[in-house]
């Protein structure tokens, strides 16, 4: 079992600023893609952000793309998402999950491990 666990999450007001943390054990990050899921209330879990391992480069879902940043920190095996101009739609509990590779198209399942999420909430 991987365990992941996520922090950083809060309430910031529309236009604001936040960065996630997801924790994973050491070396996951050399053999696990590792993305970033949200889930609204109401709402399906849905895809945010998705990287293999090994590689720098991220899939991002287009409501977020321009906003998010997904990066990677292998010597503290971290993976952070840092997220500006947020807006009330951003509202969610947000989830770190890795597998052997990222689903494509970026969609809200498919990922073998999870982590609890943290709560994301946009409002004035």
């Known amino acids: 079992q991987l365990q992941l666990v996520e922090s950083g999450g809060g309430l910031v007001k529309p236009g604001g600023s936040l960065r996630l943390s997801c924790a994973t054990p050491?070396?996951?990050?050399?053999?696990?893609?590792i993305g970033w899921f949200r889930q609204a209330p109401g709402k399906e879990r849905e895809g945010v952000s998705c990287s293999l391992s090994g590689s720098s480069s991220t899939d991002y879902a287009d409501s977020v793309k321009g906003r998010f940043t997904m990066s990677k920190d292998n010597a503290k095996n971290t993976v952070y998402l840092q997220m500006n101009s947020l807006k009330p739609e951003d509202t969610a509990v947000y989830y770190c999950?890795?597998?052997?590779?990222?689903?494509?198209?970026?969609?809200?399942?498919?990922?073998?491990?999870w982590g609890k999420g943290t709560q994301v909430t946009v409002s004035s």
């Open positions: 050491e070396d996951a990050l050399d053999f696990y893609a």
């Open positions: 999950a890795a597998a052997w590779g990222c689903p494509s198209p970026l969609v809200g399942y498919g990922m073998d491990y």
